[in-house]
């Protein structure tokens, strides 16, 4: 397997492993309560962006891509863009039940627009191969959630502080800032186009 891989695979694998890094960091900050694994997390993932833009790049330098290269960017992509994010949110106070199902819900919708793109790309693709738009957010515009709660983390304003406060609604609580995962996941399933650059 590793003989197929591209030198723009490996930077996608770079992206995965930066995402896999934010969750860990995320855990580490719950189990402690340490400051310094937020920060982290925090730097690990625009990295993740990185090189998620990166890897698209070489492989068209390169004129060398593998046929694993959109499957396992899609695969890194759900890491770094919908499942590290959600971490956060969790790690930073986004814990009642909820909130849960919130994430649950944001996940489900990055994976689903990653799947929808590898589905569409080719007939949204123009005589040249190049897709023409975006039907559904990018799911690494999750990463202005990262940098709001950035914000917040920054501030103090985690856990009991969290903006909004929190609320109980039946048998669980919402955190209502928590309520950005779905907007931001709802945005990725949604049919708006987006041109590509």
Partial sequence: ML??????????????????????ACMSYVSAVD???????????PLALICDALDGTVAR???K???????????????????????????LGMRGGWDAVVFCYFVACGISRLARYNVTAAALSDESGKVKY??????????AIVLMLGVAFSRDRVGEALWFGAMNLGPFV????????????SMMISTIRIPKP
């Fill in 134 to 143: 975006y039907e559904g957010t990018p799911i690494p515009t999750s990463l």
């Fill in 61 to 63: 330098w390169r004129r």
């Fill in 65 to 91: 891509s593998s046929p694993l290269g959109a499957d396992l960017d899609s695969l890194a992509d759900i890491v770094s863009f919908g499942v590290a994010p959600a971490a956060l949110g969790f790690a």
């Fill in 174 to 185: 919402l955190h209502p800032l928590s309520l950005v995962y779905v907007f931001s996941g």
């Fill in 35 to 45: 400051r310094k694994p937020i920060w982290t997390a925090l730097v690990l993932l």
């Fill in 3 to 24: 003989r197929t891989f591209a030198l723009a695979d490996l930077i996608t694998l770079g992206n995965a492993a930066c995402g896999t890094g934010a969750v860990l």
